[in-house]
C-alpha cells in the first residue's frame, strides 16, 4: 500500500510543521521511509530516511540540525519534524518506502503542501 502523508500547511519564516507518514505495520518494520522535498519546478530531493531494522538514519546534512525523523511503532507512523522553517523550504513533501535508504524505491505517498513566507 502507498504511504499516505499528511501534516502540510503555511507557515512563517521561522516556524515549525510535523509532517505525518502512515504505512502498515509490516513496511515500517521491513523496509526504509524516506522524505523527499521538491521545490516548484525542482527535482525531488532527499530529506531524510530511516530504516528501523538497522537502527539506522540518514539525513541532508544542510538540514539536519532543524529537522528530526521519528516513528510510532503503535500507529505504524513515522514524522518529520521541521523546525526554523526558511522560505526555500517550500514544496511538497513525499513520503516513500524504499528497499533500503540508498536502495530502490519502491512506492511514493501521494504528497502534501507546504508554504512558506517571508
Known amino acids: 500500500a502507498r504511504p499516505v502523508e499528511s501534516g502540510g500547511g503555511s507557515v512563517q519564516a521561522g516556524g515549525s510543521l510535523r509532517l505525518s507518514c502512515v504505512v502498515d505495520?509490516?513496511?515500517?518494520?521491513?523496509?526504509?521511509i524516506a522524505w523527499f522535498r521538491q521545490a516548484p519546478g525542482e527535482e525531488r530531493q532527499g530529506v531524510v530516511c530511516i530504516e528501523l531494522r538497522k537502527g539506522t538514519t540518514y539525513y541532508d546534512e544542510s538540514l539536519k540540525d532543524r529537522f528530526t525523523i521519528s516513528s510510532d511503532a503503535a500507529e505504524s507512523t513515522v514524522f518529520l519534524e521541521m523546525n526554523g522553517l526558511e522560505t526555500d523550504g517550500t514544496g511538497v513533501y513525499f513520503c516513500a518506502v524504499r528497499n533500503h535508504c540508498r536502495g530502490d524505491l519502491r512506492t511514493w505517498g501521494q504528497g502534501t503542501q507546504v508554504t512558506v513566507s517571508s
Open positions: 505495520a509490516f513496511t515500517l518494520g521491513y523496509y526504509a
